[in-house]
């Protein structure tokens, strides 16, 4: 009787319910064990679920436009005040491109489209993505996630003086003007050292970090490089006049970019008024 013989034989006396076989001995090690809850002595493995991807866009209060910056002026009011006021205008555009929807996309929201350009000016799938809306070509587009899409429809035309009103509070997103690289003293307002008895450090960086410990440079670290031209965003501004006239909005204060940017207006998020808490 070998030994694998005897190790077998006894193992079966131990473990009723596992067979042992001395040709498949090797492989037995290899392959992965096999069990069911019918067996109190193997441990359960819980597989893992995959948490699905949700969207991350925020809510907005309202549907918005797009808008083009013309510059800035002062604004005389009735009783006298001079008000600066930020001059935007209005380019052929603004008309819902995509209606997105719970069922469709997973999220609502509003696709809208702006300014007009020619046809070879866009690719065979943006021109064939705005013939299915039965739009014109447009240059820009913009989502606008929403708590409800009700009453929106492809190829439907967003009027600024329809959707806000003189003394409505707003936000403005558009792109900086790029500044190219500054130091830390204009990109960050940092102070600079004395001009005179004997100084060497007039508009130096100073010091980064400690030596040895921890040796390096922290993440996020004030440093001198490239200013400007990133997106931001100016929050609860007021409308100060709307002229249908001329189709021009001023808006109080300064606005993003320079003259010619391309501007997104929304309603301002006012938490517990027009957007939820949560």
Do not use: W
């Not at 109190?40 to 679920?49: D, G």
């Not at 005040?81 to 001059?87: A, G, M």
């Not at 004030?222 to 021009?248: A, F």
């Not at 606005?255 to 957007?275: D, Q, Y």
């Amino acid at each position: 009787m070998s030994i694998l013989s005897i190790s077998a034989s006894s193992s079966s006396s131990l473990l009723p319910n596992v067979s042992f076989s001395s040709s498949k001995c090797c492989s037995s090690f290899l392959t992965p064990l096999t069990h069911t809850n019918s067996n109190p002595f193997l441990p359960i493995v819980k597989s893992k679920k995959k948490k699905p991807v949700g969207v991350t866009m925020s809510i907005e209060a309202g549907i918005g436009v797009m808008a083009t910056k013309l510059g800035m002026m002062s604004f005389f009011e009735p009783n006298g005040k001079v008000v600066p006021v930020t001059v935007v205008g209005f380019k052929e555009g603004n008309i819902v491109t995509q209606v997105k929807t719970e069922a469709t996309d997973g999220y609502d929201a509003v696709q809208v489209g702006y300014r007009r350009v020619r046809d070879r000016k866009l690719t065979k799938p943006e021109m064939g993505h705005i013939q299915k809306a039965g739009s014109i070509p447009l240059r820009h587009l913009q989502e606008f996630r929403l708590q409800s899409v009700d009453g929106f429809e492809p190829n439907q035309k967003l009027s600024f003086d329809e959707l806000f009103n003189e003394g409505d509070i707003v936000d403005v997103s558009g792109t900086t003007i790029g500044k190219g690289f500054q130091g830390g003293i204009k990109r960050h307002n940092f102070k600079r050292g004395q001009m005179t008895h004997g100084s060497k450090s007039h508009r130096a960086l100073g010091s980064i970090g400690a030596g040895t410990t921890p040796g390096r440079v922290y993440k996020g670290k004030k440093m001198p490089g490239r200013m400007g031209g990133t997106k931001t965003k100016i929050r609860k501004l007021k409308i100060v006049k709307i002229d249908k006239d001329l189709n021009v909005v001023m808006i109080k204060g300064a606005l993003p970019g320079k003259p010619g940017n391309l501007l997104r207006i929304a309603p301002a998020k006012i938490v517990g008024k027009n957007i939820p808490k949560s």
